[in-house]
């Protein structure tokens, strides 16, 4: 499979701490999230600030006592809060409106058509995955994955960008996990075609954090459904592996796999999903069905860059060399803007 595939409270005093930290940068507009797009969207930028301390002078509590944002109390309540902490996954209806997965959409056509370096393509004909840059074969028909980084969003695809900035999924996310902040990391797209012969898209049971030079407890992924899909071509989650010790669960995962979850979803639905929940997907079985997926990784007020051990592809080479991050930085830089920071201010 692909390569796309491949750290208890402290103190008062620590906590304090922690929060000055991150109230002390600077201003931010937040979006307010709403049913319809907003009418400028680009109009909103990221802030590149280093928000928090070096991974190991605090150990953030998550902040799971918040009250739940105006800005996402349409789509997100307490029981979903509680969901995410003790699952690690929540499915939440509707939270992108029509306008939001049109616009996805057009940006998920706009990328096809525009491959990254490593986009990759698979046809039921053809084993194994393969690179259009690399491979002289016509893609069309094929299944398709590709990354998207925020700069090269800016670029290449700007819809995506405006989907990092201005989209309700950061917001969603932070109150979830329990951040004030939420820094893009990337986002992934996958399109699976449906019919027999689809064993060549199965995705095997795995972590997403152990291939991301990142680490923190506050890491996860906004995971939305652009097509009707039901839970039998969905992914399927093991509840509560976010907690499993380590990054190498394959056999630990093989013992529980009677109780993973799957979900119905529709068209601008969200499954958000901590980035050490056990995870994998099978095949489309579904004759004649495209189903086209986004997933939008974020971290959160503890999340630092990670130069992980072994194979950790993730931000790609081209990526690696847009920033300076050294091991322990907060996340939050230009490659890796924070788009979203609540309004309001806990003391």
């Not at 509707?94 to 996805?104: I, N, T």
């Not at 056999?251 to 929940?277: M, T």
Request: charged share 20%; with cysteine; net charge negative.
């Amino acid at each position: 499979f692909t390569a796309a595939f491949k750290m208890k409270h402290p103190g008062m005093v620590a906590r304090a701490c922690a929060l000055l930290a991150l109230f002390c940068g600077p201003a931010f507009s937040v979006w307010r999230c709403k049913t319809q797009m907003q009418p400028s969207p680009r109009s909103k930028k990221p802030t590149g600030s280093r928000i928090g301390r070096k991974y190991g002078q605090i150990d953030f509590a998550l902040q799971t006592d918040l009250e739940i944002p105006d800005e996402v109390r349409h789509c997100v309540t307490d029981a979903d809060i509680s969901a995410y902490q003790r699952d690690g996954v929540v499915h939440l209806p509707g939270v992108f409106s029509s306008e939001w997965v049109a616009h996805m959409r057009h940006a998920f056509d706009t990328s096809m058509a525009n491959p990254g370096v490593h986009a990759e393509f698979s046809k039921r004909e053809r084993t194994g995955w393969w690179n259009p840059f690399k491979v002289e074969e016509d893609w069309v028909g094929a299944d398709f994955m590709d990354h998207i980084f925020y700069e090269e969003a800016e670029q290449k695809a700007p819809s995506w960008a405006d989907v990092a900035l201005s989209s309700p999924a950061a917001a969603v996310l932070a109150t979830l996990m329990g951040s004030m902040t939420a820094a893009f990391f990337y986002g992934q797209l996958f399109l699976k075609r449906g019919g027999p012969g689809s064993a060549h898209q199965i995705i095997p049971w795995h972590q997403d954090l152990s291939y991301w030079k990142l680490n923190g407890r506050q890491i996860g992924t906004v995971w939305i459904a652009l097509d009707d899909m039901p839970a039998a071509a969905g992914v399927s989650y093991i509840p509560g592996s976010h907690r499993w010790t380590g990054l190498d669960n394959d056999l630990e995962a093989s013992k529980h796999e009677s109780e993973a979850v799957s979900f119905d979803v529709r068209a601008g639905d969200a499954i958000c999903f901590d980035a050490r929940v056990v995870h994998g997907s099978p095949g489309n079985p579904f004759l004649g069905s495209g189903h086209r997926r986004v997933a939008l990784r974020f971290g959160g007020d503890d999340a630092v860059y990670f130069q992980r051990p072994g194979h950790a592809p993730i931000p790609t080479p081209e990526i690696e060399l847009t920033h300076d991050l050294q091991h322990g930085d907060a996340l939050a830089c230009s490659a890796f803007p924070q788009v979203y920071a609540r309004q309001d201010k806990v003391f």
